[in-house]
């Protein structure tokens, strides 16, 4: 069938097509800093359930010392060695409290810029809605 020639020329729609595909690609970005925000927030729950389980083990190694140490036949250099060996575990316990929080921290700090990103593409992503309207 023929061409009718009163009809005005209709150029293909490619306007619509670039439309989609850069609606598809900011899509994907959205989805991805949405990921990457559900990431780093597992991340620092799982680092604060790390540093639990390894506070209550060293708390266990310490009972553990203590109940020793309260044992009459034990000897005075060994009961120097246990004590020495419970504020060695003090001080994994504290260097491990400081390591998590340094970690979290920085956790948080990489939660804080993707969030910004991702309200700041969402924001664009809005905008460029209501322009395409």
């Given at each position: 069938m023929s061409p009718d020639p009163n009809e005005a020329y209709k150029p293909p729609e490619r306007g619509k097509e670039a439309e989609e595909l850069f609606r598809t690609m900011q899509d994907e970005k959205i989805t991805s800093l949405k990921e990457m925000i559900e990431d780093i927030q597992l991340m620092i729950e799982e680092r604060k359930k790390l540093r639990d389980e390894l506070m209550q083990e060293m708390g266990k190694m310490q009972m553990g010392i203590g109940n020793i140490l309260n044992q009459p036949e034990i000897s005075v250099d060994e009961k120097v060695k246990l004590k020495t060996k419970q504020i060695e575990l003090d001080e994994k316990k504290m260097q491990e409290k400081l390591?998590?929080?340094?970690?979290?921290?920085?956790?948080?700090?990489?939660l804080r810029d993707h969030m910004r990103e991702f309200k700041e593409k969402e924001s664009r992503q809005e905008m460029l809605d209501e322009l395409m309207k």
């Amino acid at each position: 069938m023929s061409p009718d020639p009163n009809e005005a020329y209709k150029p293909p729609e490619r306007g619509k097509e670039a439309e989609e595909l850069f609606r598809t690609m900011q899509d994907e970005k959205i989805t991805s800093l949405k990921e990457m925000i559900e990431d780093i927030q597992l991340m620092i729950e799982e680092r604060k359930k790390l540093r639990d389980e390894l506070m209550q083990e060293m708390g266990k190694m310490q009972m553990g010392i203590g109940n020793i140490l309260n044992q009459p036949e034990i000897s005075v250099d060994e009961k120097v060695k246990l004590k020495t060996k419970q504020i060695e575990l003090d001080e994994k316990k504290m260097q491990e409290k400081l390591q998590c929080w340094k970690d979290i921290s920085q956790l948080k700090q990489e939660l804080r810029d993707h969030m910004r990103e991702f309200k700041e593409k969402e924001s664009r992503q809005e905008m460029l809605d209501e322009l395409m309207k």
